[in-house]
DNA sequence: TACTATAAATAAGG
DNA sequence: CCTTATTTATAGTA
């Protein structure tokens, strides 16, 4: 005894052969058509699918946030330069990944250019002073911010070769980023923007 | 998928009244549920819809790419602090646009301490002589990497209020954000991950 | 990982 | 902005 008698209530499920009437109303649009993966020559055909599909990035990205317990930015520079962004404090996070860990290494103790070598290695008791200013960023004190006033020449030769490496530490990795940016763009054809 | 995408083609449009034959082929999983947006406590389903979403975000960015023309980075921190990117070199446009500016707002010509201020604003000849400099970016020379050997007292003033002003562009951006990314997590209740 | 049914996103057209 | 028809993304399961 194969089919079994489905009652009035419930429909059959949808993998046993059966009749489906469609209604018959006319639909007032033409309904979604597949699409190349390609830039849309139409103006404002693209304007208007930059707005939808950005909209729904964004929400997929809100979602799998809260599903998945992440943390997610994402940057959007449209034809024009004009930017977009989601996730502000994810970026300003990765930021300090990149350059904020280069300028920590530069800096030590205030005490370190009256005293020793500027980039001095902590070690011990000092480490963990050193995390515990971490932690209090807003008062932390870098090496760089104190008064050159009361330094005296070899001191200053110093604080400059200090402050050179501080220098190079992040410049140089910006211009870095300024220049393998360029390779890519000539690579990948990419045009600059406005 | 093809196939199917093919034969639905050929079909009469849905809104006509209609005969359909669905397949007797007795399906292997149970489909689709709705889902509440909300963490996934099941530990490996979490996983696996990371894993799904993810992908499927990141075709939808490349997607956008194509169609709209548009440049977009994504950044994914999972909460074991694994970063997963889309688009670096967008990223390092990004930073560019927040970082580099306010070190080249500091640097002006090599001359400008033993001339005038050291952050003279650029006219005329001078003007396009940076904008070339700009383009031969590692051959540019900023006035911090002067030696100091050759400058008098008050020459090292100026030198000094320079690098102040140097280090005070680039620090306090970075200690900003660090500020306000603190603040962010406190309002958003995000704890810090490993 | 693969597969299917179903939820969601979205291309066209008001 | 809406609406509808379809295409796409994916939750649940084996």
Avoid at 5 to 22: F, G, H, N, Q, Y
Avoid at 42 to 68: I, Y
Avoid at 142 to 151: A, G, K, N, P, V
Avoid at 156 to 176: D, T
């Amino acid at each position: 005894m194969a089919a079994k008698a489905e009652s009035s209530r419930s429909l059959p499920p949808s993998w046993v052969s059966s009749t489906v009437i469609m209604p018959k109303k006319k639909p007032k649009g033409t309904g979604r058509k597949k699409i190349e993966i390609k830039r849309i020559e139409n103006n404002s055909s693209r304007k208007v699918a930059f707005s939808k599909r950005r909209k729904g990035m964004f929400k997929k990205a809100s979602e799998l946030c809260r599903l998945c317990d992440t943390e997610i930015a994402i940057i959007v520079f449209s034809p024009k330069g004009r930017l977009y962004s989601f996730g502000d404090h994810v970026i300003d996070k990765f930021i300090e990944d990149e350059i904020v860990s280069d300028i920590h290494s530069s800096s030590s103790s205030k005490e370190a250019i009256k005293e020793n070598d500027c980039v001095t290695e902590l070690t011990g008791e000092e480490k963990s002073e050193e995390e515990d200013m971490h932690k209090e960023q807003t008062e932390l004190e870098f090496w760089w911010e104190q008064s050159i006033e009361d330094l005296n020449m070899e001191e200053l030769e110093k604080y400059k070769s200090c402050l050179e490496e501080l220098r190079s530490n992040v410049a140089m990795k910006v211009e870095e980023m300024v220049m393998r940016r360029t390779c890519e763009k000539d690579f990948l054809g990419i045009r600059d923007k406005a």
